[in-house]
């Protein structure tokens, strides 16, 4: 007799944990550090203990490019290829009334490996230039994806009115381990970083529990944790969530931290009928990011002013 179990998410979008990393259980060259919080002999869930925090602030991006091109210049022998790219960052503030938009702002970049970029004015943006290290589409790329992260800490610093403020930020934490406070949020697992034992646990969370803390690296480092959200589901990822936090932190702070935002994560989970990547993907998330997509703007609009200012309409 075969039994299966359906990943809740929908079909459109990648499974909640990677084939491959099902397959390759515990072949991780990930440096691990799994005793932070307890032996690695003594896994098991952990339930949270204390309060969530008072306020937290949720941190997303979206990206967008909105047209890849060439850059010319008179002082290179050829034309570099480039991209046009449209990219937003906003805050949402959750708390005992509600939750609340705090910001939203949108930029627009013009990037290649061209120390010539030149910014590109239409009637209805400015592309402002910035330099990438190569002319790679992966370099091009990190460099888009350095711009949003840097806006997103940005927001995140002007707009925390406390200093005991939590913040959640959407993807890994790397480049915002500084920021005190911060967890990073991820809703998809394309490596399988635990050995077998470990990788056990995590699939025998129930909602609302968490695995216990530990230390990771790969080309960098941060402490993390898994974490179950409310899901109806079977399937031993099914509602599974990772968090990353700074680490520098001390292993106290990291467990306190981790309670508080596990307690804070239950009441945002997504709901199945209203989102395809739910329970993951948190009503804050979901609902900033289709806000933040509005905001880009016409992606055809863009792509025909962008053509109108390089002289080919």
Known sequence: MTAFTVDPWDPGYAAALAVEALSELGATSAELVLDVERPP???????????PPRTLLVADGVRRI??????????????????AASYAAGIVRCG??????????????LISASPYTPEVKTPHATYHPCQAADSSMEELSLALQRQVTRLEVELAVRHRARADDMLLVDGPLRGRGHLPA???????HHTAYLPAPQSAVVAALAPGQRTPVFLMGTSWRRHAWYVRLPVASP????????CEAGADLPAEEVVRLADAVTLALLPLAGV?????RAPQNLVPIGGLEKLLRHHLGDAQLLYRALRTAGGQD
Do not use: C, F, Q
Not at 96 to 109: F, S, Y
Not at 182 to 187: A, D, L, P, R, S
Not at 272 to 276: A, E, I, S, T, V
């Open 182 to 188: 911060t967890v990073g949020y991820i809703k998809t």
């Open 96 to 109: 005992p009334e509600g939750a609340d938009l705090v910001a939203v702002e949108v930029n627009r970049t």
């Open 272 to 276: 199945d009928y209203k989102d395809p």
């Open 235 to 242: 399937a031993p990822w099914a509602g599974i969530a990772r």
């Open 66 to 83: 909105d047209a890849r091109l060439w850059v010319h210049s008179e002082e290179e022998p050829m034309p570099l290829p480039g991209i």
């Open 41 to 51: 002999h003594e896994w098991r869930p952990v339930t949270p203990r204390g309060e």
